[in-house]
């Protein structure tokens, strides 16, 4: 480990940190664009031209609201609550393989802050950590909406996690690494882990809207039942934490079905454009990139398309739907690729 | 793969960027925003009505089950992960010495929802 | 309904189990108007429901006792203001009923068709509001571009949109406009295909339908008990329907359906609405087509405003226009009641006149007041999502509910 190293992650780290903020700033835009679209309507137009600026407007106006804390809320935890949840939705992109590996004056630089061999470990670990930022801020209002939202928040998200994790442990055994650099440099050409584990997508990707609380299973916030849900007491930067943290764990989670299953920045026929090595690893990141916007966009569809399930439903699916096909999908794999190995 | 905790110190520089941001945004807002408050203002939200009493009242007992049953599974399905890395390795005898180890998980499960854990009506 | 539970000071009655007691309004999304719903939770689920009433009660019927006959109307507006319509239209009858006028057939196909219009406004705004409250935002504003198409109508018939205090006792202001004519007809060509599309997203929704399918049931007998009407009681599977079992303004003219429910459950009040959109525009579209030669007025020299023309040159006809303006126009002594098919149900208008310029004594019959007596019922051990869903779907609204 020499200083060099440290510049170059440190670099690293805050140029995906600020990509980061930028896609979910604007994600916000393109959801109500894309609202917009669907719902024959306009959308943003007043700030810059077609609205482009509207999100810097929306985040500007975070920073100059007032900021309440009611009187009855628990002062430390109800500011620890977004922030907590900002900040896990923040460290799950670390482990992404934004892309190849950079040769720059001769040396080399891997377009991934670290690749832990653990790297799927992490993610899970991480995740977990976000539902304390929803159940402490909706407990720490001291409102029963907030209170209510938070613990169907909690529980929707733990029931969810368990899906999650299993979906993922028929493509770790297809791989044999937990590690996200190299899942992904498996996936060379057309070789996608979707077309090998389609059932392991299918589970993780519901679950992965499940985490991310968005609809159909946006039950903690869901704004008919329970006002705002856990951030009805919430004003000011606070909320954009919850609202914005919401965002980027749609990006980093579209990062993670994009580079788990439809190969990252790898794409059919890398090889043969004959492009050189910089170049190529660019063009592999544009690409990994324009994957992860079509789930995003995907994420919005389903959202201005669906109506919510109600709580029991939610609970039903994500255990006795989503926990056993998960199992199914174990032994299928197992199954066939003991045959295919003898 | 990596073997030294080298790999760690980008999550750290991450961890280090992220919580500076965390902590500089909100000491940021709270220098720039307005503060006048008045007690109806930081009054909790009721539907417009004086809050009744406390929110942190007991809630269902079946939230709580929800919480345990999801310690119980996941600590099952963290030891999915070695062996499910290192399947090829283990072959046959790995694959059914699993399986005996997914029946027992699924006994469980079947139990708990024999025993209505998975009603939430 | 259990011993009052009042703003959750009995935490435990009776045996020990603590509930949660949750405010449903009366500023709460899922309340479309300004009502309260305190909920006594176990979890998730409704042990009792206490709805409380009157947070804008406006005192309609004392205030119509203060009033000319002609200026009780903007008050009938303000009731079901989704279906604004077919309240003026309720209460010019009611008046002309106790004047005993006798409509030329051209009125009541004319009023026939701006009722079923406002119908299909309120049903859409019912229905789709169903779809927002289960999360579905898109339908909604689908059709609320058809409802803005109807209210465009109604802005041409009498100049306004949402309270529209249309036409007046005797008939219209003036015959349907060209304009008019031409918005109804692209109206009714293209209406149907985009109801048709939203029907599509939303009714065959397996997560719609797993929500409101077996949710907020009532049975036929419970509902008549409550003495339901409208759409909440055909859902229930009673075939009543206040334009067939006493037509008024030549209902009996038409030919048309009444979609009837089984369950009485949220799905089917959605369903029976739906159809009766479908049976509306099959109303409208005969009465257009079929609409007789003749007078947009009845002979009612009482409350019909005679022409200006003639208020310039003739003097009986300045002394009428005075007399209604200033409201001095006597009615026979007399009692009646007079009902319309609203939107949402019966709605009753009970009229007794002393002889006098004002009415002695007004009472309305608003649905709404009757279903949201059964709420309670309804929701009890439900999830609290079926609760939201329920209430959407009775369509409380809560100008009608407090007047």
Partial sequence: MDFLYLIDKSVIVVVIFLISLLIAMYSTYAERKVAAFMQDRVGPNRAGPFGILQPLADGGKFFFKEEIIPSAANKFLFILGPGLAMFTSLMTSVVIPWGGTLNIAGRDIPLQVADLNIGVLYVFGVVSLGVYGIMIGGWASNNKYGLLGAIRASSQMISYELGMGLSLISLVMVSGTLSLGEIVEQQQGFNWYVFKQPLAFFIFMVCAFAECNRTPFDLPECEAELVGGYHTEYSSMKLGFYMFAEYVNMFVSSAFMASL?????????????????????????????????????????????????????????????????????????????????? | ??????????????????????????????????????????ETFECGIEPQGNARLPFSIKYFLTAILFVLFDVEVI???????????????????MGIFVSLFLLGFLYLRKKQAFKWE | MKEATIFGEDQATGNDKVYNTLNLGPTHPSTHGIFQNVLKLDGEIIVDAEPTIGYIHRAFEKIAEKRPYYQVTPLTDRMNYCSAPINNIGWHMTVEKLLQV??????????????????????????????VDSGALTGFTYMFQERERIY????????????????????????FNKDFRKKLETFLKEFPARFEEFDRLLTRNRIFMDRVIGVGKISAERALEYSFAGPNLRAAGVDYDVRVMTPYSSYQDFDFVIPVGTDGDTFDRYMVRQNEI????????AAYEGMPEGNHYADCPEFYLPKKQEVYTTIEALIWHFKIIMGEVDLPKGEVYHSVEGANGELGFYLISDGGRQPYRLHFRRPCFIYYQAYPELIRGQMLSDAIMTMSSMNVIAGELDA
Avoid at chain 3, 155 to 167: D, H, P
């Fill in chain 3, 102 to 131: 006798e409509m030329p057939k051209k009125v009541d196909y004319m009023r026939v068709i701006i009722m079923e219009l406002a119908r299909i406004a309120d049903h859409l705004v019912c229905n789709t509001v169903l779809g």
């Fill in chain 3, 152 to 175: 465009d109508m109604y802005e041409e018939v009498c100049g306004a949109r949402l309270t529209t205090n249309i036409g007046r006792i005797g008939g219209f202001e003036r015959d």
């Fill in chain 2, 1 to 42: 793969m990596e073997t030294s905790n080298d790999g760690y110190i980008p999550v750290l520089i991450q961890l280090i960027v992220a919580g500076g941001f965390v902590a500089g945004t909100l000491w940021i807002t709270h220098i720039l925003g307005p503060n006048r408050k008045s007690a109806k203002k930081l």
């Fill in chain 1, 261 to 342: 299953f439809f190969g990252g920045y790898q794409f059919p026929f890398i090889d043969s454009l004959g492009l050189s090595q910089n170049v190529t690893v660019l063009l592999g990141t544009l690409i990994f990139f324009l994957k992860i916007f079509a789930f995003i966009f995907f994420f919005m569809w389903v959202r201005w398309t669906l109506p919510r399930f109600r709580y029991d439903q939610l609970m039903r699916l994500g255990w006795q739907v989503m926990l056993p096909l998960a199992l199914l999908n174990i032994f299928l794999t197992g199954g066939v690729l003991l045959w295919i190995d003898n």
């Fill in chain 3, 278 to 285: 479908r049976e509306s525009l099959k109303i409208i579209k």
């Fill in chain 2, 79 to 97: 030891f999915f992960y070695p062996w499910a890395t290192n399947f090829r390795e283990f072959g046959t005898q790995g694959f059914v010495s």
